[in-house]
């Protein structure tokens, strides 16, 4: 699942089983009217075609992918582990 808000072009990934963007933002369903929140998300099942992925959601969304590959762990090791020969 995706989430979207009214005021903003981009839109933001979900958690599987909660209702937070991966930025943090608090997801609210639709039938909520909690009109009090200007920039308020809900939920879209498919990526909006004239969005662009939020960069905080992106960033994490990349940790997310790291951290299940132990393999990628060890290759996104500085360098100057090492090149460093004095
Ligand atoms: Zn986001």
Do not use: W
Request: hydrophobic share 35%; aromatic share 6%; glycine share 4%.
């Amino acid at each position: 699942m995706y989430a979207v808000s009214m005021s903003s072009r981009v839109y933001h990934l979900l958690y599987a089983s909660d209702a937070y963007t991966l930025c943090g933002f608090k997801v609210l369903d639709l039938k909520m009217s909690d009109t009090n929140k200007p920039a308020r998300l809900h939920q879209v099942p498919t990526i909006p075609s004239n969005r662009s992925l939020c960069k905080q959601c992106e960033k994490m969304a990349e940790r997310r992918t790291r951290a299940r590959s132990p393999l990628m762990q060890m290759i996104d090791k500085p360098e100057e582990l090492n090149g460093h020969t004095g």
